[in-house]
């Protein structure tokens, strides 16, 4: 590994700008990484190498005009989900095994014209099922910080490829946690932002009205770096609506003092690891030190947010994956695996007359309460403060055969997906060898708060130059 492995979006920039290296000479650093972990981790299911090398070889060509874009020679790993011209999808199932789409995601071509080196395709639960990892049917992703434990997940292979200081920055999705809870358990930066912020087109859906399309950097201010190039209304997608996007680097260093923050008591709840728990209570007392107002708050449906968000979003996803019929990519629906056939099977179930006002509509108005929270919470305060996970990693096969308690490590998670509002999960130290973090969440389009109060943080603490391979 070599220094430019440490590198953010930032510093490799400026060393490509300053000519120190070549991107050429910074791609080769990150798939040499790659080389030596991948076989470990499992975090890449494609490695990009030969277009890779061309992408970087034209980002020189451009800086050796004087030619500057935003990501301008920047290795970027893309979730395995985000449809790709002419590079293999799976969504990490045997259903798409072999299949090339014939076009770019919209966040794909956003970010190749910000000149982005697309370095590989990584790992995911099959379909985005799951929060460790382990669903994939290309095999498990290992946790770089101890390789006996989940990575989280479904974005596993993304936050590996950052934390493991394989990729510098990689897009993944968030539907219920995707994004924040595999951050959380691999030091790395999540972001989810809000509905509709960022384009769903050419991504594999898995719950539509759920699904948020966000990254993982290793820091708050590249997360914010990459926002710029990804956000905005697309036309081939109804749901991102002409909301202003601001260039979200702008608000990073402004002062928090008289910040509200609230911190909603469902969310510190019994059966919470107490070290998680401290390690949270402990960066909440930063906000405090540096003048925010902290506020006890209730968001007193939350209890009912699990059961809403599997009767939702197994709903969407039977609809959803009804569309992969063996006909046209090739393999049959008995290629499936067990978690997608158990979403499609409760999907249709509770979609089915007869059960349809019993379960689906019901939870479309809990739906409604839970938003209710939230708006009710924003009259009080600016920003929520939550754990993102009530526990640590858990050891590989721990909880494989026990669909509920998996469900359930999406706890804190699931209630910004049902409600749409953005979470950023940023590193707060370690617990017993492993990364924890927190979520900061906002009102709908108010990431540049997010950005400010996890980049102040950050700015006292830097756990993110914490990597797996130094201690
Ligand atoms: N763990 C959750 C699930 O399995 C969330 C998945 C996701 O956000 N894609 O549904």
């Known amino acids: 590994m070599t220094s430019h492995n440490n590198l953010t979006i930032k510093k490799a920039r ?11 000479e910074l791609l080769n650093a990150y798939l040499e990484q790659i080389e030596r972990k991948n076989s470990e981790l499992n975090a890449f299911i494609t490695v990009c190498k030969s277009e890779a090398l061309e992408q970087a070889k034209h980002a020189d060509k451009l800086l050796s005009e004087g030619q500057d874009l935003p990501l ?29 789409p014939p076009f770019d995601a919209t966040v794909v071509a956003r970010l190749k014209e910000a000149g982005a080196v697309i370095i590989g395709k990584t790992n995911l639960d099959a379909w985005a099922h799951g929060s460790s990892g382990e669903n994939s049917d290309f095999g498990p992703t290992k946790n770089p910080w101890n390789t006996d434990f989940v990575p989280g997940g479904s974005s596993s292979g993304s936050a590996v490829s950052v934390s493991a200081q394989m990729a510098i920055a990689a897009t993944g999705t968030d539907t219920g946690g995707s994004i924040r809870l595999p951050a959380s358990f691999t030091n790395t930066v999540g972001l989810k932002p809000t509905y509709g912020r960022v384009s769903r087109y050419g ?29 905005g209304n697309d036309p081939l997608d109804g749901t991102t609506p002409t909301v202003e996007v601001p260039d979200y680097t702008k608000k990073l260093d402004k002062d928090i003092k008289g910040i509200r923050i609230g911190i909603p008591k469902e969310y510190f709840i019994a059966g919470m690891d107490p070290k998680v728990r401290e390690n ?27 059961a809403t968000y599997y009767i939702i979003q197994p709903a969407e996803v039977s609809s959803n994956l009804a569309r992969y019929d063996g006909i046209r990519y090739g393999n049959k629906r008995k290629t499936f695996g067990e978690e997608a056939k158990r979403r499609i099977m409760l999907g249709t179930f509770t979609l089915s007359v007869g059960y349809y006002d019993a379960y689906y509509k019901k939870a479309l108005k809990v739906r409604t309460l839970l938003i ?11 920003a929520i403060i939550a754990p993102v996970s009530p526990t640590l990693p858990w050891k590989i096969g721990e909880k494989a055969n026990d669909p509920l308690s998996m469900y359930l490590s999406d706890v ?30 906002g009102p709908h389009f108010k990431e540049e708060l997010l950005f400010n109060l996890g980049h102040r943080y950050e700015q006292e603490h830097k756990w993110f130059e914490r990597n797996p391979y130094e201690t």
């Open 72 to 100: 301008l020679g920047i290795p970027i790993a893309l979730k395995d989900i985000y449809s790709t011209k002419g590079i293999q999808t799976t969504a990490g199932s045997n259903v798409l095994k072999g299949y090339i």
């Open 14 to 24: 400026e060393g490509l700008l300053k000519k120190d290296f070549s991107a050429v």
């Open 372 to 382: 209710k929270d939230f708006e009710e919470a924003f009259k009080k305060v600016d």
């Open 280 to 306: 949270i209570e402990k960066a909440i007392k930063f906000y405090e030190e540096n003048g925010c107002k902290i506020e006890q708050i209730s968001l007193p449906h939350t209890e009912y947010a699990i």
């Open 412 to 441: 804190f998670t699931v209630t910004a997906n049902i409600t749409g509002h953005p979470g950023l999960s940023i590193p707060t130290g370690f617990v017993d060898g492993f990364p924890v973090g927190m979520q900061i969440i």
């Open 203 to 231: 991504i594999v859906a898995m719950a539509s009205s759920l699904d948020s399309i966000g990254h993982f950097t290793k820091n708050v201010e590249d997360s914010a770096l990459f926002l710029n190039v990804t956000a």
